[in-house]
């Protein structure tokens, strides 16, 4: 008998859908033909049970009718079994064969993953007057936006620049070979032209 005719038999009303095969819970099915018979064999996962799958055996001859079929389910005993395991995968060969489309249960790989996404953040953002300048201190003080690591008695140093620069530019003049320092670009490169004027050592009569 074809598959509407074997499912209303056995009290299933035939519908264009069925609840197993359209969520998703066949494993797999593979299908071989012989010249007298075609046997498809599946996996469908237990509808109340995670983690236990069933396997399903189903005998067709070349007209399409079922000829045998079993599931490892209770209800599954063969050769005539009529669980929603078996229901389940002769509505799969029945898209197949009308629609050419056949749903299977997502691997982990194919399912978008979600558990690094970002949460969305639903709060209104604080205003910038309201923020705190330095932990434990008023939020109206700004003496502290401007963090110098030197101690009191280094801020404000007269001759400190110089120093820097100097200390700088000697470094590199006692390298035996060119080099190069992020610090050096703060200063203006030297007047070659005035290098011949620095020392002009003359003698008055």
């Known amino acids: 008998m074809k598959l509407n005719d ?3 038999v056995y009290g ?3 519908k264009a859908t069925d609840k197993l095969y359209d969520a998703g819970f066949l494993t797999y099915v593979l299908v ?10 599946s996996q469908c996962c237990a509808e109340m049970r995670k983690g236990i799958s069933y396997s399903v055996d189903i005998k067709l001859n070349n007209s399409g009718f079922v000829d045998e079929c079993q599931c490892d389910c ?3 005993v063969g050769p005539s ?3 929603k395991h078996v229901r389940a995968v002769l509505f799969a060969m029945h898209d197949v064969s009308l629609n050419k489309n056949l749903k299977l249960k997502l691997t982990c790989t ?7 996404r ?18 434990g201190k008023d939020s109206s ?8 690591p030197r101690p009191p008695e280094m801020v404000a140093n007269l001759g400190y620049n110089s120093f820097v620069r100097n200390t700088t530019i000697n470094f590199m003049a006692s390298q035996p070979n060119p080099v190069s320092m992020p610090l050096s670009q703060l200063y203006s490169p030297a007047n070659s032209f005035a290098i011949v004027c620095d020392h002009d050592f003359f003698i008055s009569h």
């Open 74 to 76: 209770a209800a599954g």
């Open 110 to 116: 194919q399912k978008l993953q979600n558990f690094r």
């Open 81 to 83: 079994a009529h669980c």
């Open 118 to 135: 970002a949460k969305p953040f639903l709060g209104s953002p604080r205003k910038a007057h309201n923020l705190g300048t330095m932990p």
């Open 12 to 14: 299933y009303e035939a």
């Open 32 to 41: 071989a033909r012989t010249d007298t018979a075609i046997f498809v064999h």
């Open 141 to 148: 003080n700004t003496t502290g936006l401007h963090f110098d």
């Open 6 to 8: 074997y499912l209303t």
